[in-house]
């Protein structure tokens, strides 16, 4: 699993906040389009990409696209 | 535990009862934003909800589906053998409410009659229990009465349940009859996740007391007493897409089909969200999903059997290869593969006692 390419699948989820604005560091949850329906379509979106069903608990304790991307990694 | 195969039982007729009183997902706006209302809506693909008056319970609502669906199909109350009520807010905590419809529907002493205390797979498992009766020789018919009055235990200032949640009682006829075929269930459970949905108070538990009742408000702003349900729904996500899927693949699996031959794929309907999900994780052709969530929200164990009343009456002729699929509390889940060619729907019926 490469991270441009975690980033690129990760972004595409937002309607409203533009791709540049992700990078590894980015603090999802305090983007003003955050969600707990985007929640639901980044746990959608790892098992489709990744096939890995990652748990509430870890969607929840994860707040950079690099603990994201550590979590789903775990799995791989 | 293997798939459960029945051969010759099937779903004679099926019906559905729902409250007159429309609630409207876009008059949300007293606790969420347009905005949030607008995103809520699009994903959960739920306009309007039918919503039950406070002296109306699940038991009404399946009761007058059962009479319509015994005049409709000139079914005498007394050869009924068997009556399963599937429901999880029923009347009392005691007696069953299996006992009272029994009465009130005229069915005679003879009838053995009992509740599934089940939600969102309900159906699925009452399905499996009434064929599992109805396999026995002295059983001619059994009726399965699967209702559920959610907005009775949801807060109306809970962002993710209230627009979800509606209600609704539905009347199924199990029979014997060559022209049923084989149907083949799997049934599952998960117990280690009973705390993802719950009313933690009023039963014996935790019995209510007057903390039951007290409002408390949670992290994301939703208020709900200890009397009311809660759903960790990011938890439901991770079981459904983890289970869900797997199972239906497993039961088309075992019954030596293709997914691409099933006719129809006829989901709990949870959120549209989530189900569209699984279907295209399976790869499954989405003109054979039926809906009905965008007019009757999710109604727990009672959506699968309205949605074929309410989306199949008129439409989806090809529905020899048929896949129900019901997952939810308990963690409970479950799939059946079936033939509902031979069974008379009743046209939806809103209540009117």
Same mark, same amino acid.
């Given at each position: 699993m490469e991270m441009?390419?975690?980033?690129?699948n990760f972004a595409e989820l937002f309607d409203d906040t533009a791709p540049e604005v992700f990078t590894p560091d980015t603090r999802f949850r305090d983007l003003e389009e955050w969600s707990s329906f985007l929640a639901l379509a980044v746990m959608a979106m790892i098992k489709s990409e990744y096939d890995v069903a990652?748990?509430?608990?870890?969607?929840?304790?994860?707040?950079?696209?690099?603990e994201l991307f550590d979590t789903v990694q775990k799995y791989l | 535990m293997a798939f459960l195969r029945y051969n010759n039982i099937g779903i004679r007729a099926i019906a559905a009862c729902v409250p007159p009183r429309i609630e409207y997902n876009r008059e949300l706006g007293y606790m969420m934003s347009e905005e949030e209302m607008d995103k809520a809506i699009h994903n959960i693909g739920i306009e309007e909800r039918r919503i039950a008056d406070s002296d109306v319970c699940a038991s009404d609502l399946c009761e007058q589906a059962a009479r319509q669906l015994l005049a409709d199909n000139n079914i005498d109350p007394l050869s009924i053998d068997a009556l399963?009520?599937?429901?999880?807010? @029923?009347?009392?905590?005691?007696?069953a409410t299996a006992a009272i419809l029994q009465h009130k529907l005229g069915l005679g002493k003879d009838t053995l009659a009992f509740d599934i205390n089940l939600a969102c797979s309900g159906y699925v498992y009452g399905l499996s229990a009434a064929y599992a009766y109805a396999q026995n020789e002295a059983v001619k018919r059994v009726l399965l009465l699967v209702g559920e009055t959610m907005s009775k235990i949801v807060s109306r200032f809970d962002k993710v349940n209230t627009p979800l949640f509606a209600d609704a009682g539905t009347a199924t006829l199990i029979e014997k009859g060559?022209?049923?075929?084989? @149907?083949?269930?799997?049934?599952?459970?998960?117990?280690?996740?009973?705390?993802v949905m719950m009313v933690p108070d009023g039963g014996f538990r935790n019995p209510a007391g007057p903390q039951s009742f007290v409002e408390e408000t949670d992290a994301n702003g939703d208020r709900r007493t200890r009397m009311q349900f809660r759903m960790d729904g990011m938890a439901v996500f991770n079981f459904g897409m983890s289970e869900e899927p797997r199972d239906v693949k497993n039961l088309v699996a075992a019954a030596g089909l293709e997914l691409s031959q099933v006719d129809l794929l006829i989901y709990h309907q949870a959120n549209k969200f989530m189900t569209d999900f699984f279907t295209k994780w399976l790869k499954f052709d989405k003109t054979k999903t039926?809906?009905?969530?965008?007019?009757?929200?999710?109604?727990?164990?009672a959506s699968i059997p309205l949605t074929i009343v309410s989306e199949l009456y008129e439409a989806y002729p090809e529905r020899h290869r048929v896949?129900?699929?019901?997952?939810?509390?308990?963690l409970s889940w479950g799939s059946v593969l079936l033939d509902l060619t031979p069974c008379r729907i009743s046209p939806i019926q809103d209540y009117n006692p």
């Amino acid at each position: 699993m490469e991270m441009n390419e975690f980033i690129g699948n990760f972004a595409e989820l937002f309607d409203d906040t533009a791709p540049e604005v992700f990078t590894p560091d980015t603090r999802f949850r305090d983007l003003e389009e955050w969600s707990s329906f985007l929640a639901l379509a980044v746990m959608a979106m790892i098992k489709s990409e990744y096939d890995v069903a990652i748990t509430a608990d870890e969607m929840r304790s994860a707040n950079t696209v690099q603990e994201l991307f550590d979590t789903v990694q775990k799995y791989l | 535990m293997a798939f459960l195969r029945y051969n010759n039982i099937g779903i004679r007729a099926i019906a559905a009862c729902v409250p007159p009183r429309i609630e409207y997902n876009r008059e949300l706006g007293y606790m969420m934003s347009e905005e949030e209302m607008d995103k809520a809506i699009h994903n959960i693909g739920i306009e309007e909800r039918r919503i039950a008056d406070s002296d109306v319970c699940a038991s009404d609502l399946c009761e007058q589906a059962a009479r319509q669906l015994l005049a409709d199909n000139n079914i005498d109350p007394l050869s009924i053998d068997a009556l399963i009520f599937v429901s999880q807010t @029923s009347d009392y905590h005691q007696p069953a409410t299996a006992a009272i419809l029994q009465h009130k529907l005229g069915l005679g002493k003879d009838t053995l009659a009992f509740d599934i205390n089940l939600a969102c797979s309900g159906y699925v498992y009452g399905l499996s229990a009434a064929y599992a009766y109805a396999q026995n020789e002295a059983v001619k018919r059994v009726l399965l009465l699967v209702g559920e009055t959610m907005s009775k235990i949801v807060s109306r200032f809970d962002k993710v349940n209230t627009p979800l949640f509606a209600d609704a009682g539905t009347a199924t006829l199990i029979e014997k009859g060559e022209q049923f075929g084989s @149907s083949l269930f799997s049934l599952h459970t998960d117990g280690g996740g009973a705390q993802v949905m719950m009313v933690p108070d009023g039963g014996f538990r935790n019995p209510a007391g007057p903390q039951s009742f007290v409002e408390e408000t949670d992290a994301n702003g939703d208020r709900r007493t200890r009397m009311q349900f809660r759903m960790d729904g990011m938890a439901v996500f991770n079981f459904g897409m983890s289970e869900e899927p797997r199972d239906v693949k497993n039961l088309v699996a075992a019954a030596g089909l293709e997914l691409s031959q099933v006719d129809l794929l006829i989901y709990h309907q949870a959120n549209k969200f989530m189900t569209d999900f699984f279907t295209k994780w399976l790869k499954f052709d989405k003109t054979k999903t039926p809906y009905s969530i965008r007019r009757y929200g999710n109604t727990s164990s009672a959506s699968i059997p309205l949605t074929i009343v309410s989306e199949l009456y008129e439409a989806y002729p090809e529905r020899h290869r048929v896949v129900l699929s019901g997952f939810g509390a308990g963690l409970s889940w479950g799939s059946v593969l079936l033939d509902l060619t031979p069974c008379r729907i009743s046209p939806i019926q809103d209540y009117n006692p």
